[in-house]
């Protein structure tokens, strides 16, 4: 059981982890003059970070950092949800 809510935990961490760089990465496109809306932030996250990739790619000729976290984040969060509902239910 005590498995179970350290994976949680560490799921939440992570998804505190994608939200922080989701809006570090609207910020970056805001600056940039990109028009980006934060009312669809949570629907249009996806299409902002891919034209964040594609941005900092042609400004730099390498992906942005931002955009490692925010699939990292994603990732983790999801691997760990899923590890939490597993151990869970055994």
Do not use: Q
Request: hydrophobic residues 55%.
């Amino acid at each position: 059981m005590m498995t179970t809510y350290i994976l949680a935990i560490i799921a939440g961490a992570a998804v505190v982890w994608y939200i922080v760089s989701g809006i570090l990465i609207f910020d970056e496109l805001r600056k940039r003059g990109e028009k980006v809306y934060f009312i669809f932030l949570n629907f249009m996250l996806p299409f902002y970070a891919n034209k964040y990739k594609k941005i900092t790619f042609e400004e730099t000729g390498k992906v942005g950092k931002l955009f490692y976290h925010w699939l990292i984040a994603i990732n983790t969060a999801l691997v760990f949800a899923i590890a939490a509902i597993i151990s869970n239910s055994l």
